[in-house]
């Protein structure tokens, strides 16, 4: 219980506001074989359970471009969630893009380190 409450204080001290600590915001484009995904303000371990429940609802086939250009904060789980949800999606060849990483400092040099908004 600690570590979680250490674990918001943390995001919440690198711009994380708590109405987005718990509901995933983001905003979806859809054309004939491809969806964009804007992800916006925070994209952390808690609010993951909203984001799959998005994610999981794609049709396969499609072209996913996914922009993290709106997003002020992406903490590790996160990356790691679009990392499994990327290679299982790609299984049947679809197509999964993560755009706009480098928009953001990197809190260690750790392939999933934690992602703040420059």
């Known amino acids: ?3 979680i409450c250490v674990k918001f204080l943390f995001h919440m001290f ?3 506001k708590i109405n987005n600590l718990f509901i995933a ?3 979806t ?3 004939a074989d491809s969806i964009e995904i804007y992800i916006k303000e925070a994209a952390i371990f808690i609010n993951i359970i909203s984001f799959n429940n998005v994610f999981q ?3 396969r086939g499609k072209t996913i471009l996914i922009h993290l250009n709106k997003a002020i904060f992406i903490d590790s789980s996160f990356q790691e969630f679009l ?3 990327k290679t299982n999606y790609e299984q ?3 197509e999964v893009k993560i755009l706009e990483k480098e928009e953001f400092r990197k809190l260690s040099e750790h392939e999933m380190s934690i992602l703040i908004h420059k």
């Open 25 to 27: 915001k983001l905003e």
């Open 83 to 85: 990392h499994h949800y």
């Open 1 to 3: 219980m600690i570590g």
């Open 57 to 59: 609802n794609i049709p």
């Open 29 to 31: 484009l859809q054309t």
């Open 92 to 94: 049947d060849g679809s």
């Open 14 to 16: 690198n711009g994380v």
